[in-house]
């Protein structure tokens, strides 16, 4: 298995451990942007309390619930609408990048589960407005979901802009690796799109290095 993948039953197995679910919810779509541009899916993602990027769900405790119903719990109170998740939506689990299994460890290692559940365009509609009008944790732990864009415009604009933004621990490889294995973007498109991300965070970073020498001009003029 990769770096840190275990089996679900392994995961269930390290009681010790604290347990998250997470999940990719997505549709398919005759939408086009401007009229000529084919969105072709829709995929759900939400900016999250401190201004990262990642997929919907939250802590669970295996010894109360089984996996799936505490997910299906954390989306009620994330997106004000049921959805439930089942076994057949599981893809994997493994432990947190920022949480490997040590002994050393302070706090217990974190173990992230992660699925992907198909739904229909209508659906996605109920969920965006119910996020933003009812759902317990907007504002507060949820800032708002969002669409990713799976387009590239001639600007280059679209996918790869939306890759070269922060996630949350390893949902950009989540993204990444959903979207190849359900055939949503070709390995191409997706390459091109990490290539042109990776020059936009060059360029950010460069920006970034000049707006911090803006703000200690003023001190060096006292």
Do not use: W
Not at 40 to 54: E, K, P, Y
Not at 207 to 222: D, F, I, V
């Amino acid at each position: 298995m990769a770096s840190g993948q275990l089996s679900r039953e392994e995961a269930l197995e390290c009681s010790s451990s604290r347990h998250a679910c997470h999940v990719m919810l997505y549709s398919d779509t005759a939408s086009q942007l401007f009229g000529r541009t084919p969105i072709r899916h829709i995929v759900l993602m939400q900016m999250r309390f401190d201004g990262l990027l990642g997929f919907p769900g939250g802590l669970v405790d295996p010894s109360e619930e089984t996996l799936e119903e505490g997910l299906t719990r954390e989306l009620l109170e994330e997106l004000g609408v049921a959805v439930p998740v089942s076994v057949e939506d599981y893809v994997e689990s493994r432990f947190a990048p920022s949480h490997p299994p040590t002994s050393s460890s302070s706090s217990s290692p974190l173990i992230l589960h992660f699925y992907v559940k198909k739904i229909e365009e209508e659906q996605i509609r109920e969920i965006e407005k119910a996020a933003a009008s009812t759902a317990a944790d907007h504002g507060l732990e949820v800032l708002g979901m969002v669409r990713v864009p799976l387009y590239s415009t001639k600007s280059h604009a679209g996918f790869s802009c939306f890759l070269s933004h922060s996630f949350i621990g390893n949902a950009r490889s989540q993204l990444v690796d959903s979207l190849l294995r359900l055939h949503l973007v070709s390995p191409g498109e997706l390459r091109r799109a990490l290539r042109s991300s990776q020059r936009m965070n060059a360029q950010a970073a460069q920006e970034l290095r000049m707006a911090l020498e803006l703000t200690e001009e003023p001190r060096k003029q006292l």
